[in-house]
């Protein structure tokens, strides 16, 4: 059925990079709005980067990942991506990508398809 999937998750020094992606099948990604999110064991879900279907140009980035996080998608490719440069220990969680209708503050509540998440560890 319709499924989301992350992927690019892994060990990474600090300063590293990373890329992440997040595959729709069954569904048109194109067609809603994208958010990246993040957690880590004991803390709520925080939203990193959310993405309008109507306009990229509004893309909201949580202020710890501005000017370090960048987020994409491929209307081809059914795909989103979040590029991370410049990794920090404290960027260590699960990443998760969403869909939803329309956001407002990029919370995890205005999206409702989700995907199982990708590790990002980087050490201290």
């Known amino acids: 059925q319709d499924q989301f999937v992350e992927s690019g998750g892994g060990l990474v020094q ?25 957690q880590v064991p004991g803390k709520e879900r925080e939203g990193v980067a959310c993405m309008t279907k109507e306009n990229d140009g509004s893309t909201f980035y949580a202020e710890s990942v501005k000017g370090r996080f960048t987020m994409s998608k491929s209307k081809h490719r059914n795909m989103a991506y979040l590029q991370m440069d410049g990794l920090k220990p404290e960027d260590t969680a699960v990443y998760s990508c969403g869909a939803g209708a329309y956001y407002k503050d990029c919370r995890p509540n205005e999206f409702f398809y989700w995907g199982q998440g990708t590790q990002v560890t980087v050490p201290s």
């Open 14 to 38: 600090p300063g590293g990079s990373l890329k992440l992606s997040c595959e729709a099948s069954g569904f048109i990604l194109d067609y809603y709005a994208i958010g990246w999110f993040r």
